[in-house]
């Protein structure tokens, strides 16, 4: 299973852009991107899954490198119910494997 | 719709009791999860099955059990509880069939345990 590392927290303004990077060194040919949302006494929620270059959504954008060591979830204009914890994973898609979720970044948007 | 049930949602329990905690979904996944997460901590997967009568250990070591007898259903049992069981329990299922992309995992509300 590829790790991957993220920071352990962020703190942004409201309605500002927020960026949040998540190394993938080890990632295998076959490995998706996938990016979770968990707010507090609630379970993960899906946000995003990507496999290269750059894919969008009504709720964040996803850029990956062509190298695709590293990814980047984008937040456009977050507000005060944005804070939360962030998760990225690396699988393969539709794989029996399972998966890690790591410890996340904690995102704490700031009035 | 997206729907993943589990009951119950708050427990409060005494030493040494047997208790079940179900989940159910009817979204046709084939693969479904239990994770255990204390407040402000990590997420760790505890059990995980891809499909009827088979069921996995996770990452996380857990005197729970679990079974996988229909597709929709996949309970946790822990046979006698300890304090140390005290945690949030979280149910999630995914795959290649039902609702969702092949990576995206659905997660119910969560059972909250107390052991006393």
């Known amino acids: 299973l590829a790790k991957t590392t993220q920071p352990i927290s962020m703190d942004s303004y409201e309605g500002q852009e927020v960026n949040i990077t998540c190394s993938h060194n080890?990632?295998?040919?076959?490995?998706?991107i996938t990016w979770y949302q968990q707010f507090p006494s609630q379970g993960p929620r899906f946000i995003i899954q990507?496999?290269?270059t750059k894919v969008t959504n009504e709720v964040a954008s996803l850029f990956i490198p062509a190298d695709r060591k590293s990814s980047t979830l984008s937040l456009p204009r977050v507000s005060l119910s944005d804070t939360a914890v962030y998760y990225c994973?690396?699988?393969?898609?539709?794989?029996?494997?399972?998966?890690?979720f790591g410890t996340g970044t904690k995102l704490q948007v700031i009035p | 719709e997206a729907d993943i049930y589990q009951t119950p949602r708050y427990l409060v329990i005494g030493t040494g009791k047997k208790i079940t905690l179900e989940c159910s979904q009817t979204?046709?996944?084939?693969?479904m999860y239990w994770y255990q997460q204390d407040p402000g901590m990590e997420l760790h997967l505890i059990h995980y099955?891809?499909?009827?009568?088979?069921?996995e250990k996770g990452d996380l070591s857990s005197e729970s059990t679990v079974s996988r007898i229909r597709t929709e259903h996949f309970p946790l049992t822990l046979e006698s509880a300890r304090p140390s069981h005290t945690s949030q329990y979280l149910c999630?299922?995914?795959?290649?069939?039902?609702?969702?992309?092949?990576?995206?995992?659905?997660f119910g509300p969560g059972t909250r345990l107390t052991v006393l």
């Open positions: 999630a299922s995914g795959g290649l069939a039902g609702v969702g992309s092949y990576n995206e995992q659905f």
């Open positions: 080890n990632i295998a040919t076959n490995d998706y």
């Open positions: 990507g496999y290269k």
């Open positions: 994973l690396v699988a393969v898609s539709g794989g029996y494997q399972k998966v890690t």
């Open positions: 979204m046709g996944h084939d693969k």
């Open positions: 099955s891809y499909g009827v009568n088979s069921t």
